[in-house]
């Protein structure tokens, strides 16, 4: 198994471009989980989906859109870039079934906005 | 909204060392994560647990859940253990919503 694969590993774009950010897993896992990492902070939930079709906010939405057509893959929209999301992202995909199972971490996507 | 406090933030150690890291979280949890952060950026899961302690390895998780606190320990501490140890909540029924602390960066020099 691959487990959690991102793509790309680094971009940079400009204010206001737009771009996706994907993430398949192929542990056939219900859960998926969009994080963002700044500098010197924890980790933060963007979106999270509980299956195919279901996704749902997580602490800091503003700015991204999600979609979850498949259970296998789970991407991330930036629409109109800003320099606040500048950050590094973080996907993950766990199986939950009635009790939180571990939740395993793609390589992670250092976007700089400039 | 559960808050998560490590301490230390930075914990620097000998190689043979006896680590502890401690996380405390102010609300209910349904599981406490301990997480692993390589200098190069990837993220592994290394504990879950929800009562008692867990060992693997040269590693050891425990939970106070009366006193809402946590603990990583470990024992002989190698310089390759250095990493961000991160400690993350899931409140109540909110199973895959995690809230993470901050991280403790821990250097150990052989």
Redesign the interface.
Known sequence: NAGVTQTPKFRILKIGQSMTLQCTQDMNHN?M?WYRQDP??????IY?S?GAGITDK?EVPNGYNVSRSTTEDFPLRLELAAPSQTS?Y?C?S?Y?RG???????G??TRLLVL | KNEVEQSPQNLTAQEGEFITINCSYSVGISALHWLQQHPGGGIVSLFMLSSGKKKHGRLIATINIQEKHSSLHITASHPRDSAVYICAVAGGTSYGKLTFGQGTILTVHP
């Open positions: 859960y989980y010197g902070m924890g980790l933060k939930l999270y509980v997580g590094v973080f993950a766990s939950v009790y939180q199972e571990t939740q395993y971490f390589p992670g």
